[in-house]
T-cell receptor, first 112, second 111 residues
Framework: EAGVAQSPRYKIIEKRQSVAFWCNPI?????LYWYQQILGQGPKLLIQ????????DSQLPKDRFSAERLKGVDSTLKIQPAKLEDSAVYLC??????????FGPGTRLTVL | QKEVEQDPGPLSVPEGAIVSLNCTYS??????FMWYRQYSRKGPELLMY????GNKEDGRFTAQVDKSSKYISLFIRDSQPSDSATYLC???????????FGTGTKLQVIP
């Protein structure tokens, strides 16, 4: 079974630039999550999709972050404009059930 | 006060030791408890998943939940250098509720 795919793996941008991350979940997984993991911290949920509907986006900074899940499969997360404090690893996860989450390798973002 | 507290470590033990990793939490609604292992520059990987109080064993790993004390533990027996990683506890109240993670404990097993 193929795992969760994410791209790019690494991205370096300057503050105020925009950036987009892509996630392809495990086939058949209805739930998709985007997390932000700052160095030395646990993952923090940004947004949770059930199929192509949003279940929870309470911690998504909506003035600069946006996410969509196309046709209930792939998803993109965008940051525009980026700030220095957005430097983190962005993890995508998918789940066939309500708790068993499978994580991708993450995208490491550095904002200069 | 954070909802989930976890000692960040680092924790350094000799190969073969028994390791105890712990988390405390404040939200009494939490019923599902998970432990993830995260190797450097990788995504977290689910190790153990338990519901409510009690113990669950899987090979060298044992997860323990004490809801009355709001305390969960992960024990690793006969620790191996390959167990060197960051261990994250995670929990939620069930259904499709948000999962809250601890900050992770970095473990190093020395050969």
């Amino acid at each position: 079974e193929a795992g969760v795919a994410q791209s790019p793996r690494y991205k370096i941008i300057e503050k105020r630039q925009s950036v987009a991350f892509w996630c392809n979940p495990i086939s058949g997984h209805a739930t998709l999550y985007w997390y932000q993991q700052i160095l030395g911290q646990g993952p923090k949920l940004l947004i949770q999709f059930q199929n192509n509907g949003v279940v929870d986006d309470s911690q998504l900074p909506k003035d600069r972050f946006s996410a969509e899940r196309l046709k209930g499969v792939d998803s993109t997360l965008k940051i525009q404009p980026a700030k220095l404090e957005d430097s983190a690893v962005y993890l995508c996860a998918s789940s066939p059930t309500d708790n068993e989450q499978f994580f991708g390798p993450g995208t490491r973002l550095t904002v200069l | 006060q954070k909802e989930v507290e976890q000692d960040p470590g680092p924790l350094s033990v000799p190969e073969g030791a028994i390791v105890s990793l712990n988390c405390t939490y404040s939200n009494s609604a939490f019923q599902y408890f998970m432990w993830y292992r995260q190797y450097s520059r990788k995504g977290p990987e689910l190790l153990m998943y338990t519901y409510s109080s009690g113990n669950k064993e899987d090979g060298r790993f044992t997860a323990q939940v004490d809801k009355s004390s709001k305390y969960i533990s992960l024990f690793i027996r006969d620790s191996q250098p390959s167990d060197s990683a960051t261990y994250l506890c995670a929990m939620n109240s069930g259904g499709y509720q948000k999962v809250t993670f601890g900050t992770g404990t970095k473990l190093q097993v020395i050969p």
